[in-house]
């Protein structure tokens, strides 16, 4: 049993070391992202956030800048739905295309 502990112990320590090394995601790039995501047809706002790599606190003003930018699209139902809009697709090939020009970010 305690060596099942230590391994378990060990593997947490790798996986933090892992995110460690992770780099932070630019605003440009988590933009980019949640239009990505919010192609996918009837995404809710956890399934935004989860797809996203994000968490609930952040995705908020995310979620707002791109609606009132026309970038997004609010489905009202039962549960609220996000949509990339036309402008929004265009938004997004227009962050790839920057990211294919300057693939890394300068820290």
């Known amino acids: 049993m305690a060596g099942a502990r230590s391994a378990v ?51 908020v003003p995310h979620l707002d800048l791109l609606t009132r930018g026309g970038l997004l699209e609010v489905v009202p139902g039962k549960l609220t739905i996000y949509k990339t809009t036309p402008r929004g697709e265009m938004a997004l090939k227009a962050l790839r295309a920057i990211e294919e020009i300057i693939p890394e970010r300068l820290d």
Request: contains cysteine; proline residues 2%.
């Open 9 to 59: 112990r060990n593997y947490n320590k790798y996986l933090w070391s892992l995110l460690m090394l992770m780099r932070r995601r630019s605003k440009d790039e988590i933009i980019a992202d949640i239009l990505e995501v919010c192609l996918m047809p009837g995404l809710a706002k956890t399934q935004v956030v989860y797809q996203a790599n994000l968490n609930f606190r952040t995705i």
